[in-house]
Each structure stands twice: as C-alpha cells, then as structure tokens.
C-alpha cells in the first residue's frame, strides 16, 4: 500500500475506548493498514493514544483532541463544532467518522461507519437510552454523509430494508485479522493461559465478548450446562471480556450444578487472546445477530473450532468453516455436545477456519475506505 495518492482525510479516532473492544480493533487494525501511505492522513485521538497511533503511524499527522473527549457527551458536543474547525485547519478533503456519529455541517464531505443495525432489529437487547440514541444517530448519518461504511453485505442490506437506505452510498468493508495478534498459539501460550485462569491442565469452552443481551450469553450458560453435566470430566465455561448490562447471566449461573466450573474473568491480556481462543476445545459465540462479528473471525485465525448461529453477518465471516447452532438452550446444548464428542471435526473446524480467516485483511478493508473516500469527494 506504500505510495498509495490519499485523499486529505481527518480520521476522527476520538471515539476509541480504552478496553481496545470492537470499535479499537477496528480502528486500530485500519490504521495500521494505512500506515504504508505517506501522506494525506491527520489522525484525532484522545491524548492517552496519541502515542500509540504516532508509534502505529508514524507518516502521519497526530493531534490530540480537547481532554474532554474522553467523556462521550463532550465528545460529541465537540465532534459538532471542534471537528469541523480542525477539518478546515488541516485542509481536509474528507473527514472519517469510524462510530455511527458525524459532525452535521462540515466544509468538507464526511463519511461515517455504520457497524450495524441490530439497533433496529434487536431493540430489546439494548438499554432503552442507548437503543435510542444510537438509532437516531444511524438514521442522521445516512441522511447526512456521503459515504457509509458497513463491514457486511448484511448490514447494508439490513439499512436499505429497513430504513431506505441509499444502495449507491453505502460501500461495504469486511473487517480484518492481524495475524502477529491472532495465530493458533503455542503450547506454552495455552498452558500460560490456563495457569493464569487456574485451570491448570483442565478442558474448558471459551466465550470472549460484551455481555450484552444481545450476546445471549444466559442461554449460551444453560446449553453448556445441558452439554456437560454429565460427563466424567465436564470441561469448564469461561466467559471473558468487559461486563455489560445482562441482568439475566446472574439468574443463569446461579442454576449451574456444584460440580461445574464457570469462570468470569473480566478482560484478558491482549497478548493472551491466541492461548485462550485457541486452547479452547470449542469457542461458543451463539449471538442473536451481529454486523459483522469480529471475535468469531478472531477465534478462527487462533485455529479454534467455532460453534455460532447462522444470523446476519455470521455465515459472511464463518462460511463453511464454523459449526453452526441455534439460540435456544437446548439447540446450544445439543450441537455443543456433538462437538465435544467428535475430536476429528473439532480438528477440522480448527484447520477450515484458520484458512479462511486468512481472506479477511486490514489491507482490503482499507482499499475499500479509500475507494469511498475518493467516491466522497467525486
């Protein structure tokens, strides 16, 4: 990608929470692609990463945004005003909003990344505050960008069914993997792994991600409990990543049986993702629907076997290399069961997904950015 004419674009990665979840891997991950182009990129981020993205970009331009940034109401306050005013300074062409947001006049195009709509498809997974916002700003950034970024073909799709989305607008960039990041481990990265969570040589399934209801982690707890209660060894349930707002995963762990081991243990080490994705026997992600689903395709490029459901975006990212399930505890519990009785597909699971992970790349999904970003400025 080195050499590649950019269009003058302010990237606004104001919006990139500390955890590095979802919208940081995004960001990060894009940006590292874009590294390879010299010129054309002013970066905004909040001053606790304007070291990461001068080490992460170190052609580019790095300013640093207001400290109230780091507090959402402000930031969005200044993402209306100082945004703009920071566009005209650097003489941009183009200004990138990478989370669902865009400043609402601006001197110069602006596109936005819309990652999905399960705002609108799922409304009672979400706080109501939340759901609310998050659907209003989806339908002013249609109205207003120029471009909109989605990460699948069924989030673009969802937009235009749904809210009448313009199909001549909306460009759609897969996610990527980093495969320095995430790589089927060691076996001393999986032993470190389980040391660390106290598991010692012990089996376990693995979960990473937000609790949120829309994760349906509560019936992910119940169909494993269904899967392994009656085994001689039953391997253990590890539900890793921030905590969110199910109030039903409480109600669910409290009716796991004594002898069954689950593990909550927040956030890991990032450097510990490959051990625990790929030391699980099964990594379980039975979500309701995602717009692209970024911890399946992870999990796959560590080699484990994934067990998800065929909903929106899932079958983009796992195609033919992920088992597939329903949302019910009993479907979950069922396929579950089948996997951990069968080594061999587990095997060739691990082997499928780790070779079709491969297709996913930063670097495509940053040619399609700069495909729309020129779109953006005709």
């Keep these: 990608m080195t050499g590649v004419e950019l269009p003058r674009v302010l990237f606004d990665a104001t919006s990139v929470p500390a955890d590095r979840g979802g919208v940081g891997r995004y960001v990060d991950g894009l940006l590292r692609a874009l590294s390879g182009v010299h010129d054309g990129l002013t970066v905004v981020c909040q001053r606790t990463d ?15 945004g207001p400290a109230a940034v780091s507090h959402r109401p402000a930031r969005l306050a200044w993402e209306q005003t100082g945004l703009p005013l920071l566009a005209q300074q650097h003489n941009a062409q183009v200004i990138h909003s990478p989370f669902y947001t865009c400043p609402l006049r601006a001197s110069c195009p602006v596109t936005v990344t819309v990652h999905d709509a399960t705002f609108f498809t799922e409304p009672d997974h979400y706080e109501k505050a939340r759901g609310t916002f998050f659907r209003s700003a989806i339908k002013t950034s249609l109205r207003r960008a120029a471009r909109v970024i989605v990460p699948s073909k069924a989030t673009r799709d969802e937009l235009i069914r749904l809210l009448d989305a313009d199909p001549t607008r909306v460009d759609v960039a897969y996610h990527g993997v980093e495969p320095e990041a995430f790589h089927p481990p060691s076996e001393d990265e999986k032993a470190r792994v389980r040391a660390r969570l106290g598991l010692a040589d012990h089996d376990y399934v693995a979960f990473l991600g937000a609790k949120e209801p829309r994760k349906n982690v509560p019936e992910l707890i119940r169909g494993w409990v269904r899967a392994v ?13 921030g905590n969110g707002h199910d109030d039903e995963i409480d109600k669910a762990v409290a009716e796991v049986p004594g002898h069954l081991r689950l593990l909550r243990p927040g956030y890991l080490r990032y450097a510990d993702l490959p051990g625990y994705l790929g030391g699980a ?57 089948a996997l951990l009785d069968d080594d061999a597909r587990r095997a060739d699971l691990g082997r499928r997904g780790y070779e079709r992970s491969r297709e996913f790349t930063w670097d495509q999904s940053a040619d399609v950015h700069i495909a729309a970003w020129r779109r953006a400025i005709g």
Excluded: K, N, Q
């Design 229 to 241: 209660a009656g085994r001689e060894d039953p391997p253990a349930l590890v539900l890793a990543g």
């Design 281 to 337: 026997l099964v990594a379980a992600y039975p979500s309701h629907g995602e717009g692209f689903g970024l911890p399946v395709l992870e999990a796959m490029a560590c080699g484990a076997p994934v067990l998800t459901t065929p909903r929106l975006s899932l079958p983009e990212v796992g195609g033919d290399a992920v088992a597939y399930t329903g949302e019910s505890a009993a479907e979950i519990g069922r396929d579950l069961a």
């Design 50 to 64: 304007a070291e990461r993205y001068a080490r992460l970009m170190p052609h580019a331009e790095i300013v640093t």
